[in-house]
């Protein structure tokens, strides 16, 4: 399993912008890029959902919420997907989850809370 490391949480306003990295740090090039990874937000109240995932080719897909607002995005050579996320609401408050999957293997990373307030 691929071990994924999130940054870039914090704390921002309603109509501001983050990015997020995920970083697997200890995968080869030749594995990675086997590799579709995606972002997901759990909340208390609510089940993890998808926001984006990247796929091998370099595919976006998004979850409702997020069109048109969020961008996914992947460098193979830095074995990085970065998340960045704009026009950000307080519905956005969420702990975010990378996640890499390539058919056989699914790995998650620890998270990172973002906090979208005034």
């Known amino acids: 399993q691929l071990q994924l490391r999130e940054s870039g949480g914090g704390l921002v306003q309603p109509g501001g912008s983050m990015r997020l990295s995920c970083v697997a740090p200890r995968a080869i090039f030749s594995v990675f890029i086997d590799y579709s990874v995606g972002w997901y937000r759990q909340t208390p109240e609510k089940e993890r959902e998808l926001v984006a995932v990247?796929?091998?080719?370099?595919?976006?897909k998004y979850g409702d919420p997020v069109k048109g607002r969020f961008t996914i995005s992947r460098d193979n050579s830095r074995k990085t997907v970065y998340l960045q996320m704009n026009n950000l609401k307080p519905e956005d408050t969420a702990v975010y989850y990378c996640?890499?999957?390539?058919?056989?293997?699914?790995?998650w990373g620890q998270g990172t809370l973002v906090s979208v307030s005034s």
């Open positions: 996640n890499a999957d390539n058919g056989l293997q699914n790995s």
């Open positions: 990247v796929s091998r080719d370099g595919s976006p």
